[in-house]
């Protein structure tokens, strides 16, 4: 595939990098001229994320951070800023519901919903309070939360999970109005149903994902990459406070 080069000469970090839709929009975002490219996730193992980077151009740094630890978060970025001085871009995409403990709300423990709402909002907070300081500073930047339909349509037995997405579209809004006059924006993508190796586990959630899709299939991960590479990139630079449904018609279903 040709890319236009939208991401010329940035540095970004992608969260939750070995993940499906974490790693297609590692690889995306590395195609788009880069200078640098940051994958961090809980792994160690990078399953050769970092010659697939290397292999498109840009510089790459793999770091195995616990994007829910604030120190660790903090250690990360600071490895970050040795190496490369700035953050251009930062991409969220940790996130997900506690497998195994997925059901309704009233039967739900707590310390459940906490981690939930630590993985797939907290986050993302902590990753963009490491970054926001640098590009008020240079007045320039890009932050990408990956949401979820289920922010807007809730589902059943994944209440804590559509709280937490929720809040990362109330959290990206809020920040791209703090940000609108620095030049750095901020937006959401939120997917519908997506082809990825979590769904392909769960063949009976998958096969009812599918039957509220009016397109009548999953999205790919390289669908949601695309869209964070608009986002991210200098084709979306007008656009802040944006959610960015990318779900083959769910909302319009
Ligand atoms: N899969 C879907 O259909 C779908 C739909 C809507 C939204 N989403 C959202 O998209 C994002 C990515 O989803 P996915 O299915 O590709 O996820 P995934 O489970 O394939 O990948 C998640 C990645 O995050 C890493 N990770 C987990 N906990 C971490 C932590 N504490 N710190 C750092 N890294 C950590 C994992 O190691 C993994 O590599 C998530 O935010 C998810 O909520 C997914």
Redesign the pocket.
């Known amino acids: 595939m040709t890319t236009a080069q939208r991401l010329r000469g940035r540095v970004v970090v992608v969260?939750?990098?070995?993940?499906?839709?974490?790693r297609a929009t590692t690889v995306r975002l590395a195609m788009e001229g880069p200078e640098a490219i940051v994958a961090?996730?809980?792994?160690c193992d990078f399953g050769g994320l970092a010659d697939d980077v290397r292999a498109a151009g840009p510089a790459v740094l793999c770091l195995s951070?616990?994007?829910?630890q604030p120190d660790a978060i903090a250690a990360g970025f600071r490895q970050v800023h040795d190496r490369f001085a700035r953050v251009d871009v930062l991409v969220n995409?940790?996130?997900?519901s506690v497998r195994g403990k997925v059901g309704e709300f009233w039967c739900s423990e707590p310390a459940t919903w906490r981690q939930v709402i630590d993985?797939?909002l907290m986050?993302a907070m902590w990753c963009a309070r490491e970054v926001v300081p640098g590009m008020r500073e240079r007045r320039r930047g890009s932050i990408v939360s990956?949401?979820?339909?289920?922010a807007t349509q809730p589902i059943p037995t994944l209440v804590d999970y559509g709280a937490a997405?929720a809040g990362v579209l109330g959290f990206t809004r809020g920040l791209a109005l703090e940000l609108a006059a620095f030049g750095v924006n901020v937006n959401a993508v939120?997917?519908?149903?997506?082809d990825?190796?979590?769904?392909q586990q769960l063949p009976e959630v998958r096969q009812r994902s599918l039957q509220g899709v009016p397109m009548g299939r999953l999205g790919t991960?390289e669908e949601i990459a695309a869209a964070v590479a608009f986002l991210a990139g200098d084709d979306g630079t007008f656009v802040t406070g944006q959610n960015l449904q990318v779900n083959g018609g769910k909302a319009f279903g």
């Open positions: 969260t939750g990098a070995c993940g499906s839709i974490g961090l996730d809980a792994q951070v616990d994007c829910t995409t940790v996130g997900g993985l797939s986050s990956i949401a979820s339909s289920a997405k939120s997917p519908g149903p997506i990825t190796l979590g769904l991960p």
